[in-house]
């Protein structure tokens, strides 16, 4: 499992995340029967193309955080995420820890990643660093910053996927906003847990949507 100051971090993420950056979404209402799957890291030829062939076989819609060096390296990943109805938002050009990049170097990395994907104004903060004022000054150029309240640890490669699929399972909600990665690094696990929870999510007669 997660280690335990990872554990403890994300648990801090969910319950106190929303009151230190305001408007930031980290789950939908729980009154519909949703599940709102997102992506991060891509796109990458390892992985995307595995993660759309699964969403295509569930009808499931998914978000899309990209990294722009990535966008830009495959525009081709692009143009198919687009053509088959996912939405796509911003994740930094390099995959920058907001806690360790200046506030003005991180904000113009958000709003490139952003202005490479027409009209995309969703960002997710890689690793979930964020500085405060970074936050305020994106929520100030209409930026909406995505947390999550479900992590898969898909990219752990200490996390067997049986680890994965059960702990996703079990914190999963309607509502939920749940991360996975399309990258070469969390495709072993992502092999083992995607297609066996969109089954079980849809057996419950859940559905799959973009934010």
């Known amino acids: 499992m997660p280690s335990a100051s990872l554990r403890r971090w994300h648990e801090w993420m ?18 519909t029967s949703v599940v709102h799957l997102t992506f991060d890291d891509g796109p990458c030829p390892k992985a995307t193309p595995f993660v759309l062939d699964t969403l295509k076989k569930f009808d499931a819609k998914a978000t899309f955080f990209l990294i722009g ?30 806690w360790n990049t200046p506030t003005p170097e991180y904000v113009r ?12 104004y969703f960002f997710r903060p890689p690793y979930g660093r964020l500085k405060k004022k970074q936050h305020q000054q994106l929520a100030a150029q209409g930026v909406q910053t995505v947390f999550w309240d ?38 072993p696990r992502l092999q083992g847990i995607l297609p066996e929870l969109l089954a079980h999510w849809r057996d419950k007669g859940w559905s799959f949507r973009t934010l």
């Open 14 to 31: 969910v319950r106190l995340g929303p009151i230190r950056y305001p408007g930031a979404l980290f789950s939908k209402p729980q009154d």
């Open 69 to 98: 060096k990535n966008v830009q390296q495959h525009p081709d990943l692009v143009d198919r995420i687009r053509a088959e109805g996912h939405l796509m938002g911003g994740h930094s050009m390099h995959h920058e820890n907001g």
């Open 109 to 120: 990395s958000a709003r490139q990643s952003l202005d490479l994907l027409e009209g995309a």
């Open 150 to 187: 479900v992590l898969s640890y898909d990219y752990d490669t200490q996390m067997r996927p049986k680890e994965c699929l059960e702990h996703t399972r079990k914190r999963t909600r309607p509502g939920s906003v749940v991360v996975f990665h399309d990258s070469q690094k969390a495709l």
